[in-house]
């Protein structure tokens, strides 16, 4: 055989092969799942977690929630309105507050975050943080800030502040500067009106305002990770004359997540059902 009869002998073999391989390549393909690999996967859906109520407390019926810190066995609580902004030492199982003191009536009290041995409050679009003393309550200072604070929670190194944005401003906890910034997001784009912060486990918990629903949110990319779903925590007989929900506060050694709302009448201990 010559070298030309070789190749032509080759090609002529390759090509009976492919015309082979075609329809069954074909076939194979009209086979696969609409969505194979080949296909550009579309952003992977945010799980959605569901939620069991562990316990209820009573909880003040006047406190217009803005923040909630557990603490050694208390809640300490921030409560808004003009004329109505207090921060309170409660007790869990009773809600009997066992310290008050009242904000200056021009300040709509607003998220609390304790930082060492003081509790720090914020005062919605007045731009004045106010440090307490956490045993006495007397203040220890003042710090400033741009924009309106709504939430606050912390890291080890930061304070965390919401203000109704998609965005979460760390802040240097002995200055109130702002060190950055972590832009909330999940595969629909950027999750707005966060409110309400905690920390829980190394995962922000943010409650979105108007919503019964609490996105978590990875501190070091700003992606949500999964979705808690409050829906239907109130009972339809305590809906009356309250507003949203609001407060999220964890006790970290008993594993125990507490959440409730504006005029709630409970405060409720929740289990995450994954
Ligand atoms: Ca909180």
């Given amino acids: 055989m010559t070298r030309n009869a070789i190749v032509v002998t080759v090609l002529a073999v390759a090509g009976v092969v492919v015309l082979m391989a075609g329809p069954l390549r074909l076939g194979r393909g009209a086979e696969a799942p609409p969505d194979s690999a080949a296909q550009p996967s579309p952003a992977r859906a945010t799980p959605v977690y569901q939620h069991r109520v562990v316990r209820s407390y009573p909880h003040d019926r006047k406190a217009f929630t803005q923040g909630l810190v557990y603490r ?3 809640f300490y609580e921030s409560t808004g309105l003009y004329g109505e902004s207090s921060l309170r030492k409660v007790a869990i199982e009773t809600g009997e507050v066992l310290r008050r003191h009242d ?3 021009r300040y709509f009290a607003e998220g609390l975050s304790e930082w ?3 509790l720090v409050q914020l005062t919605w679009t007045t731009g004045v943080a106010i440090a307490y003393d956490r045993e006495t309550f007397n203040e220890v200072r003042r710090f400033a800030y741009t924009g309106e604070g709504w939430g606050l929670t912390r ?7 919401s203000d109704g944005s998609a965005t979460l401003k760390l802040l240097d906890p002995s200055t109130f500067a702002q060190v950055s910034t972590l832009q909330v997001r999940d595969e629909h784009g950027p999750v707005t009106a966060l409110n309400e912060l905690e920390m829980v486990r190394g995962v922000i918990f943010a409650n979105v305002w108007q919503s019964y629903r609490i996105a978590m949110i990875a501190p070091d990319s700003g992606t949500v990770t999964g979705w808690l779903d409050l829906t239907g925590l109130l009972p339809a007989s305590e809906r009356s004359r309250v507003d949203v929900l ?10 125990r997540l507490f959440v409730t709302g ?3 009448p409970t405060v409720f201990q929740v289990e995450v059902v994954r």
């Fill in 72 to 74: 050694d066995g208390v």
């Fill in 262 to 264: 504006k005029w709630w």
């Fill in 246 to 255: 609001n407060g999220i506060a964890y006790d970290e050694r008993g594993d």
């Fill in 103 to 105: 904000v200056e009536a």
């Fill in 155 to 161: 890291t080890d190194r930061h304070l965390v502040m």
């Fill in 116 to 118: 060492g041995e003081t």
